[in-house]
């Protein structure tokens, strides 16, 4: 399973990012998606996960209100506003929520916020 995440970049404070996450060679109908972050010297954590129809999502604390999770086609999208420096790092998208059960990590976009 090969996920491509895009859409990461440079923003200000307050600013707005919207990521995706595309599938190759397989269609992503059958799969919880989730989107994760690795800031600099932290783990990696969930941020915000969808399931299969769209029906049920999760937010971090520190992001709800900011993020909203989204799916259509064969891909899954993270709308980010009013983004924060603490939202900085690299963002993956994997099958699930638990990045712990992650078997391989794609690229990831990296996103950074600074004034």
């Known amino acids: 399973l090969q996920l491509v995440e895009s859409g990461g970049g440079l923003v200000q404070p307050g600013e707005s990012l919207r990521l995706s996450c595309a599938a190759s060679g397989f269609t992503l109908d059958y799969f919880d998606i989730g989107w994760f972050r690795q800031a600099p010297g932290k783990e990696r954590e969930a941020v915000s996960c969808?399931?299969?129809?769209?029906?049920s999502t999760y937010y971090l604390d520190s992001v709800k209100g900011r993020f909203t999770i989204s799916r259509a086609g064969n891909t899954v999208y993270l709308q980010m506003n009013s983004l924060k420096s603490e939202d900085t790092g690299a963002y993956y998208c994997?099958?699930?929520?638990?990045?712990?059960?992650?078997?391989?990590w794609g690229r990831g976009t990296q996103v950074t916020v600074s004034s």
């Open positions: 969808i399931n299969t129809i769209g029906s």
């Open positions: 994997a099958p699930g929520c638990h990045p712990e059960r992650v078997d391989a």
